[in-house]
């Protein structure tokens, strides 16, 4: 018999990895109006953008502004994602709960995008722990090591450089670390493997699973870490996100697909999933239908859905 | 560890449950190019048709002659549906390899569909075990739960009355049984919760699993299926097969996208994906986009799936 726990959390982060690959601008105060939709739909953890140069990602470049708003909702953590001590010292002025700090387990995808190797941005994280401490902010540091799977520049990613990284990233000083498919190269057997691996590094502090649904795998590979006693998963409304390399691929795994397995799974997530329903519609409004992946929003919730919660709260 | 087989079955049942709820009629030829070209990218079961009067599903009448050509194709186990004892009449004298006999565990959609209960079904199915027997043929007798998760016109279903019929069909003559999530009820909790109960009433006789993809969780409540120890799968190409409940929703598993997470894992299915890929866009063109579903046909293959096999056979 499988243990599966009473509760997990999504962390929604279309805000940040969504709209990140999308050209279209957001105007902020749509960003604004998501963000207040998500906080009411029950979503308490949100990624709310990235504190890099604003010619280099313009649609993000209001993510301060958003940092600001964000602590004014009730019980959300809010994440920002931080790729140097530059957006890390950002982030600690920000008063963001939360800073991710991106590693890329392939060293040929960390050159590409990071402009870094895997153990420079592990030096960064130490210079970044410095600095947290040095403000006395309370901002947790996630390190979160992408292309934990394999990626589409390098292909194949060992799994002891994975764990290597994340060592390296928690003896640094990284309060959790992370896992992420950031080019949907997992499928359930890898994660199960190196989430148990992973586990027996980190313990409590491995933090979070990413898996984007590139070839369709995101829910498998989302259950699969479940089983190993991951509680924490980042998705995107409307699945956004998609990969630069594979054009009209799906992204994220779907918030509102994720939001609905797990409570038919009897997995309390607080997320109202109607109220997702009502916000991706508007979401695809926002920026056309043609970026938006996912699958509940077409069938609808089942004819059970509130009798499987409450038959299970009584079970 | 979860033990993982090494090898598992795809059963492509687009000719039948995918083109059963697709009004257009595909032309017989085009059903044997489908049939020849399936086969020939590893397929080694494939459900062909349903032996039901042409009238009432004129897209299948041309069952008999699929089942004839399909039996020269070297390897291959020929199924066919047959709802009742004239139809299991009919499929012995094709000579067919597997029947398989629906039996919806929801009472209303049994009344609705069938226009049987339960009960009548499994009474029918002891008619034609001893058909069979006395006709001296080999076809099997596998006797398929529909849904069995829930259903749209009853709602829940429970676990006793799913395990309950299972018992009965195989009392009855049964060679085989088969849980199906007919409308997209499934969720991976309560895959593994009933295909592990089934295990212990059916033993090496619980046959295959078949799910739809609804609500997006065709992939995860297949690989829950497979850690209970199932190695069969029902599938169809292009994932056709909506609900005519909900419009536009996504059918059947997709064949190739279960076939690539199972060869990804590194479980042989025999199956050529780079073939299946080719033949889905076939079908594409034969039917149209619209009605085709399943994600790996957008990104492809990942760099390292080759090499991903390789290393998985020195492992």
């Not at 960003?31 to 993000?60: D, F, N, T, Y």
Request: with cysteine.
């Amino acid at each position: 018999m499988t243990f599966y726990p009473a509760q997990a959390t999504l962390r929604e982060v279309g805000l940040r990895d969504g709209l990140q690959s999308i050209a279209t601008v957001l105007p902020t105060e749509r960003k604004l109006e998501w963000l207040r939709a998500a906080h009411a739909a029950g979503l308490r953890e949100i990624e709310v953008g990235s504190l890099v140069p604003a010619r280099l990602l313009p649609q993000l470049a209001d993510t301060a502004a958003l940092v600001a708003y964000a602590r004014s909702l009730p019980g959300l953590c809010v994440c920002v994602l931080v790729p140097n001590l530059k957006g890390a010292e950002r982030a600690l002025e920000t008063g963001a709960d939360l800073m991710l700090v991106p590693l890329s387990a392939s060293v040929e995808h960390s050159r590409a995008n990071l402009r870094k190797t895997p153990e420079e941005v592990v030096a960064e994280v130490a210079r970044m722990r410095a600095a947290r401490d040095a403000s006395g902010a309370k901002t947790l540091i996630e390190g979160g090591i992408g292309t934990a799977f394999g990626c589409t520049l390098q292909g194949h990613v060992a799994p002891e450089d994975v764990l290597r990284y994340m060592q390296a990233l928690l003896d640094a000083g990284a309060d959790r670390v992370s896992l992420a498919d950031t080019v949907g190269y997992a499928n359930p057997r890898a994660v199960r493997e190196l989430f148990e691996r992973a586990r027996v590094i980190a313990g409590e502090r491995l933090w979070c699973a990413h898996f984007h649904d590139t070839r369709g795998l995101a829910l498998a590979n989302s259950y699969a870490a479940l089983e190993t006693g991951v509680t924490r998963f980042d998705a995107s409304l409307g699945g956004i996100g998609g990969c630069p390399h594979a054009p009209g691929a799906s992204g994220n795994a779907a918030t509102e697909d994720l939001a609905f397995m797990l409570a038919d799974m009897g997995i309390d997530t607080g997320i109202d999933i109607d109220a997702l329903l009502e916000l991706r519609a508007q979401l695809a409004q926002w920026l056309s239908h043609e970026t938006l992946h996912g699958t509940l929003w077409r069938a609808g919730l089942p004819k059970t859905f509130k009798a499987a919660q409450a038959v299970d709260s009584l079970s």
